[in-house]
C-alpha cells in the first residue's frame, strides 16, 4: 500500500519525535534543594528553669550537594541550639539534625532561627520560635481603685480583689499600702498562695481630715517575674474627680477618630458636676486642631488628628458649688495607616504652600504630579491601572493657615517618588519674605524622614526629598 504524503508525514514524525525533543530539550542543572521540617516552632509553657528541646529537621530534597554555610539564632536568650558535628556538606536525599532548646526567662519570648545554605532559591531560610514562661501573674480587679468620702468626717471601705492571672501558684510574701489617709483594714496571713485563677480580696480604709485628692500605692512582693507588683488607689474627699479616657488610644491621622470620655467623672460629695472643661495641651508641631469649648458635655466625640503623633487632652470638671477638680489627662497616638505617608506645614499664615509629589519619572502639572488640581480625595490612577491601593490622595488643601497638608498612597508603585513644594502665588495676599517649610514622610507608618527649608518667591517650587519604594531609602535634595 502508498503511504499518502499527509501520512507519510505524520509517520515520519511519529518515528523520529522521541529523538528530536530530546535534543530540543535544555541539560537540566544538578542543584541543591533545602526542606525543612517546619516553619514555626512552639514550645508552648514551660516551668522556670527547665529546659525543653526539639528537634528541626534539614533535608537536602535537591539533586546536588548542599552546603549548610550558617545556622544562626537571633532573639531571646532563653533560646538555645545544638548543632552536630558534620554541618558542612548534605548530599541529596541527607538530612541534618539541629537541636533547639527553651528555657524560660520571661513571660513571653520569641526568636528566629537563620540557615545559610547554597540553595538557589532560597538561601536563608528561617524558623520562628516560641515559649511561655509558666510563671504566677498577679492582676487586680481594679486599677485605679477609686474611694470617696463626702466629707472629712466619714470613712469609706472598699475591696481590692486580687488574682492570679498565671499558669503556676502565686506566692505573696508582704503587702504594704502607701498614700496619706490609706489603710489596710486587716492584715492578711503572709505568705498568701493562690493558685492560677484563684483570688483574694484585700480589704482598704480611706479617710482624711484635709479636702482634696489622694494617691496611694499599693504593693506586693511576690513571686512573679519581677518579684513586685503594684497597683493605684485614688481617694477623694468633698471634691469633684476628673476620670477621662479616649475611646481608641491608637488611631490614623485623617482616616481615623476618636472620642474624648470624661463620663465617669463624679463628685465625691455627692453634688452634680456642671462644667466639663476639655482642652488640648499638647499636639504634634503643625497641627491645626483644637477641642470645642463647650462646657456642658462630658464627653468630646470625633476628634480626628491632623497630623501622625501624639495628642493629649485634659479634663477638669467643676462642680454646683463652683470647685475645680485635679486636672485629668490622657493620651493618643495617631499612626499612619498608608505605606506611604507625606506631611508638610509652614511658619506663616496667608502664604499659600502645595504639597506636590511625583511618581516615578513624573512630570509637575500633570497627572504623574499629585496636588491640590488633580488629587484631593484621590482622581489619579497610578500604577496598577483601576487598582486604587497604589493612588495617590491629598487629604487637606490648607490656603490661608499653616497647614498641615499631606498626601498618601496605601501600597505604592515601585519606583522613586519626589517632593516638592510649590508656593502658590494668587490665593492669598502675596507673602514675600522668607517662610519655614516643614515635610515628614512616614513609610510604614514609621517617621523615616523629617527636614525644613526656607521657602521664598511667589509661585517659586522647592525640592525636598527623593523616596524610593519599596526599597524605603529616602534622598534629601
Known sequence: MRLGPVTLLVALLSGCSDYALENQREPVTPAPE??????????????D?????????????????????NISLDGSPAFTLTIPEKTDILQPGERLAVALHYTPINLNESASLSVLTTDPR?????????????????????????????????TTEDVLTVINSGSVDL??????????????VEE??????????????????????????????????????????????????????????????????????????GEESFDSAGGALVEY???????????????????????????????????????????????????????????PDQNLWVEMFWTHPDDDMDLHLLRPDGTLGEDSDCFYDNCVSGGLDWGEQSNDIDDPSLDIDDIHGI?????????????????????????????????TVTVNVFLGGQLTWTG????????????????AWPEGTITEL
Open 122 to 154: 532560597y538561601p536563608t531560610a528561617t524558623v520562628q520560635l516560641n515559649g511561655t514562661g509558666a510563671y504566677p501573674k498577679l492582676s487586680l480587679s481594679d486599677n485605679p481603685l477609686l474611694m470617696a468620702t463626702a466629707s472629712s468626717e466619714h
Open 403 to 435: 497647614g498641615p497638608e499631606n498626601i498618601n498612597i496605601l501600597v505604592p508603585e515601585d519606583g522613586t517618588f519626589t517632593v516638592v513644594v510649590h508656593d502658590y502665588q494668587f490665593s492669598t495676599p502675596n507673602y514675600y519674605e522668607e517662610n
Open 452 to 467: 525644613s527649608k526656607p521657602v521664598s518667591g511667589e509661585n517659586s517650587y522647592t525640592r525636598f526629598v527623593k523616596v
Open 49 to 69: 528553669g527547665v529546659m525543653t528541646s526539639k528537634v528541626l529537621w534539614l533535608e537536602n530534597v535537591g539533586s546536588a550537594a548542599m552546603s549548610v554555610l
Open 34 to 47: 533545602l526542606a525543612l521540617s517546619t516553619d514555626h516552632i512552639d514550645f508552648g509553657s514551660q516551668a
Open 171 to 184: 506566692v505573696i510574701e508582704n503587702i504594704i499600702l502607701t498614700g496619706d489617709g490609706f489603710s489596710l
Open 277 to 335: 472643661q476639655w482642652s488640648l495641651i499638647s499636639r504634634p508641631n503643625g497641627s491645626a486642631v483644637s477641642l470645642n469649648a463647650t462646657v456642658g458635655n462630658a464627653n468630646r466625640y470625633n476628634f480626628i488628628p491632623d497630623l501622625a503623633g501624639e495628642y493629649t487632652a485634659q479634663l477638669v470638671v467643676v462642680n454646683e458649688d463652683g470647685i475645680a477638680s485635679e486636672p485629668c489627662t490622657t493620651t493618643i497616638d495617631a499612626i
Open 188 to 261: 492578711a496571713m503572709l505568705p498568701l498562695l493562690l493558685e492560677p485563677n484563684e483570688t483574694h480580696e484585700v480589704p482598704i480604709a480611706f479617710s482624711n481630715a484635709s479636702s482634696g485628692t489622694f494617691h496611694g500605692q499599693i504593693w506586693f512582693e511576690d513571686n512573679t517575674v519581677t518579684g513586685l507588683s503594684s497597683g493605684s488607689i485614688l481617694g477623694a474627699n468633698a471634691v469633684p474627680v476628673a476620670l477621662c479616657s479616649a475611646s481608641d488610644a491608637t488611631i490614623a491621622p485623617i482616616h481615623g477618630s476618636t472620642d474624648w470620655l
